[in-house]
T-cell receptor
Framework: GQNIDQPTEMTATEGAIVQINCTYQ??????LFWYQQHAGEAPTFLSYNVLDGLEEKGRFSSFLSRSKGYSYLLLKELQMKDSASYLC??????????WGAGTKLIIKP | IAGITQAPTSQILAAGRRMTLRCTQD?????MYWYRQDLGLGLRLIHY???????GKGEVPDGYSVSRANTDDFPLTLASAVPSQTSVYFCASSEAAGGNYEQYFGPGTRLTVT
C-alpha cells in the first residue's frame, strides 16, 4: 500500500530552525513535493526533489533519500508567517501525488 | 492571469440535492484534479483528467462525477448529496509534461451538506 508519515504538529520559536520529517512508501516513485498551506487557504508549492540530496531555496531547504524513503523540509530563520501546515507528497509511478495529512507548525515569539 | 478559479466559494446544500462545483484554469495545463480535504486527513483524490476528453477515478470517487469537454474546465458533480460529502473541495491543475508535475490549486469550495 501507499503510506505517508509525518508529525501531526510541531512548535518552534521565531528566528530558530525547524526540520519536518516525512517517510513514505509508494508504488513507484517519481519525486517528492513539499507544499505549504495556511489555515483556510489552498496549498502552495515549496519544493520538488527527484534526486537524492539537498535542494536549497532561500530560507527553505528540502532533502531526499530515495533508498530510505525519507525526506525532510528545513526552515531557517523562522518568521511568524511560517505558521502553517506543511504537506509532504511523493509522486507515484502513475505521476499521481500521494498526500500526507500534513504537519501543523506553530511559531511562538 | 487568474490561474485557477473555483465557484462557488462556499455552499450549504440540502441532502439529496444535485450540485456542480466549477473549476476553470487559464494556464493551458494538460492535467486537472479534484481533491477533498477533511480535518486530520490528507488531500484525497476524487477524480482526475490527464488531458481533455479523458477522466479517471481517484481514491474516493463514489458519489461524484466529472467531465472534461475542453482544456480549461473541469466541473465536479454531486448527483445526490449526502452529509459525508461535507468537506473543502480543491481543484488543481498541472502541466504534467516535460518533467513539470507541480500542481497549482484553486482557492477551494467549502461545502456543507445538511
Amino acid at each position: 500500500g501507499q503510506n505517508i508519515d509525518q508529525p501531526t504538529e510541531m512548535t518552534a520559536t521565531e528566528g530558530a530552525i525547524v526540520q519536518i520529517n516525512c517517510t513514505y512508501q509508494t508504488s513507484g516513485f517519481n519525486g517528492l513535493f513539499w507544499y505549504q498551506q495556511h489555515a483556510g487557504e489552498a496549498p502552495t508549492f515549496l519544493s520538488y526533489n527527484v534526486l537524492d540530496g539537498l535542494e536549497e531555496k532561500g530560507r527553505f531547504s528540502s532533502f531526499l533519500s530515495r533508498s530510505k524513503g525519507y525526506s525532510y523540509l528545513l526552515l531557517k530563520e523562522l518568521q511568524m508567517k511560517d505558521s502553517a501546515s506543511y504537506l509532504c507528497a511523493p509522486m507515484d509511478s502513475n505521476y499521481q501525488l500521494i498526500w500526507g495529512a500534513g504537519t501543523k507548525l506553530i511559531i511562538k515569539p | 492571469i487568474a490561474g485557477i478559479t473555483q465557484a462557488p466559494t462556499s455552499q450549504i446544500l440540502a441532502a439529496g440535492r444535485r450540485m456542480t462545483l466549477r473549476c476553470t484554469q487559464d494556464m493551458r495545463h494538460n492535467a486537472m484534479y479534484w481533491y477533498r480535504q477533511d480535518l486530520g486527513l490528507g488531500l484525497r483524490l476524487i477524480h482526475y483528467s490527464n488531458t481533455a476528453g479523458t477522466t479517471g477515478k481517484g481514491e474516493v470517487p463514489d458519489g461524484y462525477s466529472v467531465s472534461r469537454a475542453n482544456t480549461d474546465d473541469f466541473p465536479l458533480t454531486l448527483a445526490s448529496a449526502v452529509p459525508s460529502q461535507t468537506s473543502v473541495y480543491f481543484c488543481a491543475s498541472s502541466e504534467a509534461a516535460g518533467g513539470n508535475y507541480e500542481q497549482y490549486f484553486g482557492p477551494g469550495t467549502r461545502l456543507t451538506v445538511t
